[in-house]
């Protein structure tokens, strides 16, 4: 067990609604990464949070929206759901400081769009 | 774009054997490469990482090289288990704290 709790585990949608998953990081730790893994581009780095500023931006569609709260937890909302955005999405956290970097994930959100 | 091993092999070995995983990075301004093993239904779990001013780095049955020249990284397992089996993922981080970069993740079956 990681210590990052992600939930729901599972989540069956249609086309054009809108889902939020929740992300709770490790106690202590200020940063908060949300990655996407689909069979046709493996593991995709979306966004960061360190200690609720959005930090760094990756490949996440206008579409997704993330966020982090002043308890530290945080939430990437999807809308306008395609069949494509069908993946696990994963989150992790790390302390980042005092050397430590280690990321450590969460057992993920499966997203399915029919 | 970035870009870590493009490639989804699937490395069949047999218990007790010796594994070599092998990964292709792109990225020669990255400082940290980590190796992370992602067993069916979970999400990526921490084994190894290296620095780049480092060529080795052992742990517990597992050891990394990292040759900056060909831009290459291994992940090498000893007397592999049946508990080994699972995907393996190289990562690279440009700097301390920022995100992870993936490769395409390497298949390691172990027969018993």
């Known amino acids: 067990d990681s210590g990052v709790t992600q939930t729901p585990k599972h989540l069956i949608t249609a086309t054009g609604q809108r889902v939020t998953l929740r992300c709770s990081p490790r106690?202590?730790?200020?940063?908060v990464y949300w990655y996407q893994q689909s069979l046709d581009q493996g593991l995709q780095f979306l966004i960061q949070?360190?200690?609720?500023?959005?930090?760094a931006k990756g490949n996440i569609l206008e579409r997704f929206s993330a966020q982090q709260f002043p308890d530290l937890h945080s939430e990437l909302n999807l809308s306008s759901l395609e069949l494509g955005d069908s993946a696990l999405y994963f989150c992790?956290?790390?302390?980042?400081?005092?050397?430590?970097?280690?990321?450590?994930f969460g057992p993920g959100t499966r997203l399915t769009v029919l | 774009g970035e870009s870590v091993g493009l490639h989804l092999p699937t490395l069949s070995v047999q218990e007790g054997d010796n594994s070599i995983i092998n990964c292709a990075y792109s990225?020669?301004?990255?400082?940290?490469f980590i190796w992370y093993k992602q067993e069916s239904g979970k999400g990526p779990q921490f084994i190894i990482d290296?620095?780049?001013?480092?060529d080795k780095r052992q742990g517990q049955r597992v050891t990394v090289l990292l040759n900056k020249t060909v831009k290459h990284l291994s992940l090498q397992i000893a007397a592999t288990q049946p508990g080994d089996s699972a995907v393996y993922f190289c990562?690279?981080?440009?700097?301390?704290?920022?995100?992870?970069?993936f490769g395409a993740g390497t298949i390691l079956r172990v027969k018993s």
């Open positions: 290296i620095r780049s001013n480092m």
């Open positions: 992790a956290s790390s302390v980042v400081s005092g050397g430590a970097y280690e990321q450590f």
């Open positions: 106690s202590g730790d200020l940063s």
């Open positions: 990562a690279e981080m440009k700097e301390y704290g920022n995100k992870l970069v």
């Open positions: 990225n020669s301004a990255s400082d940290y």
């Open positions: 949070y360190y200690n609720g500023e959005e930090r």
